[in-house]
């Protein structure tokens, strides 16, 4: 029987329209717009000013704290501001714009094919590469990858879990990824488990998968440590948390980090990515993007340079659909709704979904009935009728000891309302809060 969560979950219409489309490379846009806050934590602080040269490669921001990350020039040509652009967020952040000149590489990356297999770094001299590289989680959350390889002080990992679940409706980046790069991912992997000193790993995939299933499994007979698990189809199987559970049946507590567990969890992607900063050098600047909707001409999965505008990637893919009502960065279910094509692709981004306008629409809103269908499929065994309420209704305090910030933000709840209540939205504005003053509690102390 195919291991799965054992706690809610929902089954999506899986709409993997690009499946099998093998990875196109992105054309390089004219200029690129670089966003300091690419990932979790502390954005980025710019080290270059306008008129700089810089290359591929180049280190253009350094870190701006311990959970923060490294970011690299994605094209080679000439700064000609540091200016804000409007993010997925919908706010103006602060950015990096190259226009570019050429594709001129910083000569320390090797741009070869060739498979490189072994790593004489130690576990130190590896997390420092990565950090050096700017690798952050490719599944969308953006952790930096040095600091979830780095256990805090009295916990220990005992196995390394690569997900591969892509549970997500419609994007196939990770799937198309496994296909073409399945040995440098299983290498990645090695790396993975030599920087946290663990001797078993497992890579999670949905059985909807079987050729990248079969694929891994033929490959991982060269690799000791590593192994396989086909999982059953289901909707949040990519949540750390939930991952967890499916492949090593130990839940994480409310309020816990996942390596409580033992476990440390990194997506298929940043394995990747890994093999490619250990191996051979190379910073993440560059990412595959699943560009796909119903109306779609040509859904298409692109290795995308970072910073490219969303709007050339839609092009690319047929054009933008005259039924479009709603363009997604991400998937349909965790994805954030953008406000126009010239936001620019970043680290986390695993995809451009456009949606027709009349799946788009949002039906209007009645009251709750009591059926308990958001408790049932919440993968947190939260109720989230309960904190939609209390956020409404500014009760923080009840919103905190309801457990409010241990929702994973997934959107089950939502999906399967009958009374299609807004209740992430409410979920999301309460997590906002609670998490503002959990911080200023935790400053007067």
Not at 16 to 43: D, R
Not at 60 to 65: D, E, F, N, Q, T
Not at 100 to 113: C, F, L, S
Request: some cysteine; hydrophobic content about 40%.
């Amino acid at each position: 029987m195919l291991k799965t969560f054992r706690i809610g979950g929902i089954h999506p219409d899986e709409n993997k329209l690009s499946a099998g489309k093998c990875i196109e490379t992105a054309a390089i846009p004219e200029q690129v717009a670089i966003m300091l806050s690419q990932h979790i934590g502390a954005p980025a602080q710019a080290i270059v000013a306008k008129g700089d040269h810089v290359k591929v490669g180049t280190l253009i921001a350094k870190a701006g704290g311990f959970v923060s990350a490294n970011i690299h020039s994605p094209v080679s040509g000439t700064v000609t501001k540091i200016d804000s652009i409007i993010d997925t967020s919908g706010y103006s952040k602060p950015a990096i714009f190259i226009q570019v000149e050429g594709d001129e590489w910083e000569e320390n990356i090797e741009r070869n094919d060739c498979l490189k297999t072994e790593c004489s770094l130690s576990p130190k001299e590896i997390i420092q590469k990565i950090s050096e590289c700017g690798i952050v989680g490719m599944g969308g959350a953006t952790f930096p990858t040095h600091v979830k390889l780095s256990p805090p002080p009295g916990m220990v990992a005992t196995i390394l879990i690569i997900n591969a679940a892509e549970c997500e409706p419609y994007l196939t980046s990770d799937h198309q990824l496994i296909l073409e790069k399945g040995e440098e991912i299983l290498i990645g992997t090695k790396i993975l488990m030599k920087a946290i000193q663990v001797n078993k790993a497992v890579i999670g995939i949905e059985n909807n998968k079987q050729d990248a299933i079969e694929l891994l499994t033929r490959l991982t007979i060269k690799y000791p440590g590593i192994e396989v698990c086909p999982l059953k189809m289901k909707y949040p199987q990519g949540g750390e948390k939930q991952l967890i559970d499916a492949i090593i049946r130990r839940q994480v507590p409310s309020g816990n980090l996942p390596i409580a567990t033992g476990a440390v969890v990194q997506n298929i992607g940043t394995a990747f990515a890994v093999y490619e900063a250990v191996q051979k050098n190379k910073p993440l600047f560059e990412r595959i993007v699943t560009v796909t909707g119903k109306s779609l001409n040509n859904p298409s999965n692109f290795k995308v340079r970072i910073g490219t505008p969303i709007g050339q990637l839609i092009q690319a893919a047929g054009g933008m659909p005259e039924d479009t009502g709603k363009i997604i960065s991400g998937g349909p279910m965790m994805g954030k709704a953008v406000t126009n094509t010239d936001i620019p692709v970043t680290k986390g981004c695993s995809g451009v979904l456009l949606i027709r306008k009349n799946e788009a629409i949002r039906k209007e809103m009645s009251n709750c009935i009591r059926c308990a269908k958001c408790v049932f499929v919440c993968p947190m065994g939260l109720e989230p009728n309960l904190l939609m309420n209390l956020a409404s209704h500014a009760l923080w305090d009840k919103a905190e000891n309801n457990h409010i910030m241990d929702c994973i933000e997934c959107g089950s709840c939502s999906y399967t309302c009958p009374a299609y209540r807004p209740l992430l939205d409410y979920i999301r504005l309460g997590k906002g809060k609670v998490g503002n003053i959990i911080r200023s509690r935790a400053v007067k102390k």
